[in-house]
Structures are given as C-alpha cells and as structure tokens.
C-alpha cells in the first residue's frame, strides 16, 4: 500500500546529541514537510521541500536540519543546538497545489534521557 | 501568515447523535481552502475533508461535511451519526504560500456510548 512510514516509532536522545528521524514515502509526491506538535498544541512546521534537491526553513527551523536527495526521503536530523527537543514528530507529503492535501506518517516521539 | 482559532473546549457527544466542530479563519488570500484533519490517540494525522472558497456546494465525504461561512470568516465540520471511533482531536488547517498549511490547535471529541 503507499503512504509515509516514519521511524523510529519512539527515540530517546541525550545531551548534546544528534538525532536523525527517518521519513519515506512511496506516494510519487513531489512536497514533503515535518512538523512539531507539542502536548495540547497543534503543528508547526519545521522544514519543507517542495522538490529534490531544495527545501526551505518553516517557522521553528532553528535547532534541525534536512536533506532532500532522493524523492522519497525527506530525513530530520535534531541537533543539539536544539535545546527543548521533546515532541511529536510528525511527516507529510503532499502533491503540488494549495488544493492538495497533505498525508502523514504516524510520528516519532522524541524524548531527552 | 494565515491565523486558525479553534476555541471549543472539549466535547462529549452521544453515540449516533451530530456534532459540530467551529473553525475561524484570517486570510488576505482572495482565494483559499479549508481542510479538517483527525487526529486518534495513536498519533497519525488522518485528512477527512477539503473545500475551496470558490466552492458553491458544501463539500460531504460519508458522514462529514463542510459548511463555510465566508461572511464570518468560518468553517464548520459536522460529523453525523458519531461512533466510539470519532473520539479523537479535530484540526482545521488553511493553505499559504507555497503548499504550507497553517493549523488550528484543535477541538477534542469524546463520543460515549
């Protein structure tokens, strides 16, 4: 079936350590998105890419890095420059187009050890 | 940016009876949309119902349906005949810019038997 499968499930980091959360989708979509959700908020968005190869900063980009090398894969690396990274983590896809929605994987839960 | 308010606080609704969910919206955009998505304990984002501003008919999908309200700036989701299944957080998101959506902090439905 397609969709987007986000791993790990759960992740715990310790200080002053990076984390990658992975993100594939086998929905041919050309945008791709992360977003944060802390407890009893809704999403904010961290990155996105609209194409291969180019991605852009969302509104609480500080803190985490990505790539777009493949169209499939849109991985989110937590630095630790992020200094309050416990959240849901939460990936879409999306065709191009206002119109379009955007479909989600089922999250990591990031903690700090 | 766009602004999402979402107000209710949390609701109880009786098995098979309807519920209404409210969404306000702030947009400059001449032309827009509107999407509700549905959040279960479990985590995943799961899209439900979309409608442009431009839309004369209100949009339905199976029990859901969207009744904008352009003159107050508002969209309604009503979910008709409620299961146990519909307990979970509703979100309304608007689009901007490029594919982004800007996201309500969401409505709690609690359906009891």
């Known amino acids: 079936d397609g969709g987007i499968t986000q791993s790990p499930k759960y992740l715990f980091r310790k200080e002053g350590q990076n984390v990658t959360l992975s993100c594939e989708q086998n929905l041919n979509h050309d945008a791709m998105y992360w977003y944060r959700q802390d407890p009893g908020q809704g999403l904010r968005l961290i990155y996105y890419s609209q194409i291969v190869n180019d991605f852009q900063k969302g509104d609480i980009a500080e803190g985490y890095s990505v790539s777009r090398e493949k169209k499939e894969s849109f991985p989110l690396t937590v630095t630790s420059a992020q200094k309050n990274p416990t959240a849901f983590y939460l990936c879409a896809s999306s065709r191009q187009g206002f119109n379009q929605p955007q479909h989600f994987g089922d999250g990591t839960r990031l903690s700090i050890l | 940016a766009q602004k999402i308010t979402q107000t209710q606080p949390g609701m109880f609704v009786q098995e098979k009876e309807a519920v209404t969910l409210d969404c306000t919206y702030d947009t400059s955009d001449p032309s827009y949309g509107l999407f509700w998505y549905k959040q279960p304990s479990s985590g995943e984002m799961i899209f439900l119902i979309y409608?442009?501003?431009?839309?004369?008919q209100n949009a339905t999908e199976g029990r859901y349906s969207l009744n904008f309200q352009k003159a107050r700036k508002s969209a309604n989701l009503v979910i008709s005949a409620s299961q146990l299944g519909d307990s979970a957080m509703y979100f309304c998101a608007i689009p901007y810019g490029n594919n982004r959506l800007a996201f309500g902090k969401g409505n709690q439905v609690v359906v009891i038997p």
């Open positions: 409608q442009g501003s431009y839309d004369q």
